[in-house]
């Protein structure tokens, strides 16, 4: 994957886990129920923004993991 599509999808990852941040955070009204938990789209868009953080850095020459031989 290019440097420039992972930036994107960065970018992308970021907008829609401040998204579910915001939108769980919000104060339910008494007696309200809702069906769908944000929490784990916030997850899942955490788990991606770290994958994709840290293949940038693997694209920028810095060694992420130790291969013992």
Same mark, same amino acid.
Do not use: C, Q
């Given at each position: 994957?290019?440097? %420039?599509?992972?930036?994107?999808?960065?970018?992308?990852? !970021?907008?829609?886990? =401040?998204?579910? +941040?915001?939108?769980?955070?919000?104060?339910?009204?008494? %007696?309200?129920?809702?069906?769908?938990?944000?929490?784990? !789209?916030?997850?899942? =868009?955490?788990? +991606?923004?770290?994958?994709?953080?840290?293949?940038?850095?693997?694209?920028?020459?810095?060694?992420?993991?130790?291969?013992?031989?």
């Amino acid at each position: 994957m290019s440097v %420039g599509l992972t930036v994107i999808l960065l970018a992308l990852s !970021v907008i829609a886990t =401040g998204f579910a +941040v915001w939108r769980d955070s919000l104060p339910r009204p008494n %007696g309200k129920i809702y069906w769908f938990s944000w929490k784990p !789209v916030f997850m899942i =868009g955490l788990v +991606v923004v770290i994958v994709l953080i840290t293949h940038l850095v693997n694209l920028s020459g810095i060694e992420t993991v130790t291969r013992r031989r």
